[in-house]
């Protein structure tokens, strides 16, 4: 069944027929009723090439991916697009990704836009200062910005646009005073790379809650780097490698990877958590490394990813159907989950 046989089996134009099968408000509800049915019937479904050519977009968003110093095909970043994936799966959309690195990201945007190939962005990991986002605006396209950006003062950047983030500072700061009320005041802190945002806003977080305890930051307790196991491995015999009296009484990492170096450096070590360490996380709720809600191996800030790429894909998918063009934005909570892996200090 193609359109000229459904036009003709409902003795209809295909330009109604069409109309009706995309909702064109002009075609009146009965007739769009009576076409959807017979299409339905019939098993008519719409080529989707046809129908994007005849209404001018190209059907996908996409996703330019930065390869370099933060290699963002990582698990988070693959969690993240089988969430996208759902909700576009949905709507009707594809994915259109291109892989650049820094010195082609800005020409990646810019093609894309320019070829018509896609509809709309979704900008991955934004910096502190992120120029990405103000060439995204002169592009014209609707974008969604998982994360924000903050410019100089540390003030969100005075640009109108749509994100979803979660509250990474009032995270960190609720996850580092949570160790402090344990009794914990030597904490050590493996952050993500400090020049992406949500990183910044995690240590401003730890921060905080540090200097209303009254207690000086230890730069030798406070690492960046990208968010690998080996990172977390490394990083934790180096604090463990300390005269006992220098070493942490408690370790807080930025990702659930990061977490899992530190478990394998303790391990090493036989040391054991919450008995000789204790260890505190976020977790992203990633696929392949589960941390029970209910008997939570971890103690945790939880908020997932997965989810929130869900989100992403249904507010792109918001900013493509709705004339308005309105921003949209969302901040999400993490969840304190408590776990076995953090006590009171010794």
Request: overall charge positive.
């Amino acid at each position: 069944m193609n359109l000229k046989s459904l036009s003709e089996l409902l003795g209809l134009s295909q330009t109604t027929v069409s109309r009706a099968l995309n909702n064109y408000p002009e075609v009146s509800k009965k007739t769009r009723q009576k076409v959807q049915k017979a299409a339905r019937d019939n098993n008519y479904f719409a080529n989707p090439t046809a129908r994007n050519l005849a209404i001018g977009r190209a059907g996908a968003v996409g996703h330019v991916i930065p390869y370099g110093t933060h290699k963002m095909i990582n698990p988070h970043f693959m969690d993240f697009i089988a969430g996208v994936g759902k909700s576009y799966s949905k709507i009707g959309l594809d994915i259109v990704m291109s892989i650049a690195d820094s010195n082609s990201e800005m020409q990646s945007y810019t093609r894309l836009a320019q070829s018509r190939r896609v509809d709309g962005f979704v900008l991955h990991g934004p910096l502190v200062n992120d120029e990405r986002i103000k060439m995204l605006q002169n592009l014209g396209l609707p974008f969604v910005a998982h994360g924000r950006c903050f410019g100089e003062g540390n003030s969100e950047v005075a640009y109108s646009y749509s994100w979803l983030d979660v509250d990474n500072l009032q995270a960190f700061d609720k996850a580092t005073t949570y160790l402090l009320k344990l009794g914990h005041k030597q904490v050590a802190f493996l952050n993500g790379l400090e020049h992406m945002n949500f990183a910044f806003l995690r240590r401003r977080g730890f921060e905080i809650a540090m200097e209303r305890a009254g207690l000086e930051l230890n730069p030798h307790f406070m690492f960046s780097n990208d968010m690998t196991e080996f990172y977390g491995y490394t990083a934790t015999m180096e604090l463990l490698s300390a005269p006992i009296s220098k070493k942490p009484s408690a370790i807080l990492t930025s990702s659930r990877i990061i977490a899992e170096g530190v478990q394998r450096a303790l391990k090493v070590c036989d040391l054991k958590t919450p008995k000789d360490i204790s260890l505190m996380t976020y977790d992203d709720e990633l696929g392949f490394l589960p941390n029970s809600a209910n008997n939570s191996e971890i103690t945790c800030m939880r908020s997932s990813i997965y989810q929130a790429g869900i989100r992403v894909g249904q507010m792109i998918g918001e900013l493509l159907l709705s004339t308005k063009k309105e921003p949209i934005s969302e901040l999400w909570m993490p969840k304190l989950v408590h776990g076995k892996s953090t006590g009171p200090a010794m």
